[in-house]
């Protein structure tokens, strides 16, 4: 366990040049409630926009030229970082990826862009026979209980519309960051 409450697991695999380093969170839609479902996705999405250091593009170069990936998602349980790269970028991809991680700046531009994508997401659930049904099961179990798990991570269309960049960057400090990783 190192000093900041991080737990580090580490496998060597010798047969293989990459690196892979993933970094879980406690959290996802078990954080979340009505008013706010769909917040800890829409900030998860955001953090490979912009660092206080980084631009998107920037980020996006980085990764790209190395033959890297980076990833960052919001799950039901759990919040999730996860960087790919050769083992000989492993010293500038770490400190790339440690910088998403550690200060997003969720940029407007950046905000106003991923909203879109995440509304046009939300609004193309209907298209898909088995998401609508997936979704009506949550509700109908979950629901009466009011249990988290009746929520789906990509939120809901009112309140991906409504947050605030400062809404996500207050949300990523106080819960994301804190959770047990």
Known sequence: ELGNGVTLLHKRIATSPLVVMTMYSLGGVTA??????????????LLPRGTTTRSAQQISEFFDSIGGDLETSCGSNSWSWSATCLKDDFAKAFDVYADVIQNPSFPQSELVAMKQRVVASIESQDADWFQQAYRFFKQKYYGPTESPYQFLPIGTKENVQRLSGEELQSWYREHVLKGQR
Do not use: V
């Open 32 to 45: 979340e409630d009505a008013k706010n479902n769909g917040i800890g996705n829409l900030t998860m999405e």
